[in-house]
């Protein structure tokens, strides 16, 4: 996402039920009321995006988080760069629509040079 403090990088899960997982761990389980699944840790691979698009905007603010739809919560504690929606909208959201309009338009050329990078397939 392009937003007025700079590239937001987001892994969406829709989730229901209790999640457990911590930074160190490889995987995650769910427990929701009809079964209990896990799922690979998503924090690794979120690092290594973010670490890629800094690479191509390099004088950009780039953030990743795992976007935990409504319907999951963590009640043995949130792993780092975990958000809901809410979360999210808090942390880069801006109450001056006209300062984050002047703010998104500063990086828009930040924004098509990783689309053209991305569509290219060259990344240094």
Do not use: C, H
């Not at 427990?31 to 979120?46: D, H, K, V």
């Amino acid at each position: 996402l392009l937003t007025s403090k700079g590239l937001l990088l987001l892994n969406i899960k829709e989730v229901t039920g209790s999640v457990f997982g911590s930074d160190k761990m490889s995987d995650w389980t769910v427990i929701a009321p009809e079964r209990r699944y896990t799922f690979s840790n998503p924090q690794p691979g979120l690092y290594d995006r973010v670490a890629a698009v800094r690479q191509i905007v390099k004088d950009v603010p780039v953030e990743g988080r795992v976007l935990f739809l409504d319907g999951a919560s963590f009640s043995k504690g949130v792993p780092a760069m975990v958000a809901t929606i809410d979360e999210v909208r808090s942390e880069f959201g801006e109450s001056d629509a006209a300062a984050a309009g002047r703010k998104v338009e500063a990086f828009k050329p930040f924004w098509e040079t990783l689309k053209a990078t991305a569509i290219s397939g060259k990344w240094s």
